[in-house]
T-cell receptor, first 109, second 114 residues
């Protein structure tokens, strides 16, 4: 079993839709969670980070963590074509950042 | 400023060449990382430097040699690479190498070995 699971997609939605991206993890030692956006052939860009259960909002993005279920989510409201990218969840553990495999998102105009 | 700068952006090298990748950050971060990313895969950790000392080497072949000249700079020296080493090489930095910290990535160097 992989440490971090994520549906690879591709996920296609119409412009303006609410997008839900999810990761599950198996290691209860993970305490710090991040979401990155990666455009093709570019480096990952940090979108959100959180270390507590509950919701954290930043503009159109909301990160949600449920440690009891070992489940994290990223919601994107009013999705735009410019949101089309691969979204990676990541968890900080010791001196490493463990990544999910990423979900490819396409927002269609 | 949350910028990590990597040079060059693209590199094509032969299997007998020696080249270096460079990374720079001015955020005062004390941990710096090299990751390798193949197409449609997540980044994989190669090396971690903490306070300018190598703290993690993920069993990377010796044809990859990291160097941390100071707290702002990180190099990756390449020698006698193989075509399967072609990938996006990412540098990252974080406040420190402990837990409860987030990493900031550069745009990467796209390496092609011919």
């Amino acid at each position: 079993q992989k440490e971090v699971e994520q549906d690879p997609g591709p996920l296609s939605v119409p412009e303006g839709a609410i997008v839900s991206l999810n990761c599950t993890y198996s290691n209860s030692a993970f305490q710090y969670f991040m979401w990155y956006r990666q455009y093709s052939r570019k480096g990952p860009e940090l979108l959100m980070y959180t270390y507590s259960s509950g919701n954290k909002e930043d503009g159109r993005f909301t990160a949600q963590v449920d440690k009891s279920s070992k489940y994290i989510s990223l919601f994107i409201r009013d999705s735009q074509p410019s949101d089309s990218a691969t979204y990676l969840c990541a968890m900080n553990y010791g001196q490493n950042f463990v990544f999910g495999p990423g979900t490819r998102l396409s927002v269609l105009p | 400023d949350t910028e990590v700068t990597q040079t060059p952006k693209h590199l094509v090298m032969g299997m007998t060449n020696k080249k270096s990748l460079k990374c720079e950050q001015h955020m005062g971060h004390r941990a710096m990382y090299w990751y390798k990313q193949k197409a449609k895969k997540p980044p994989e950790l190669m090396f971690v430097y903490s306070y300018e000392k190598l703290s993690i080497n993920e069993s990377v072949p010796s044809r990859f040699s990291p160097e941390c000249p100071n707290s702002s700079l990180l190099n990756l020296h390449l020698h006698a690479l193989q075509p399967e080493d072609s990938a996006l090489y990412l540098c990252a930095s974080s406040q420190d190498s402990g837990e409860n910290t987030e990493a900031f990535f550069g745009q990467g160097t796209r390496l092609t070995v011919v």
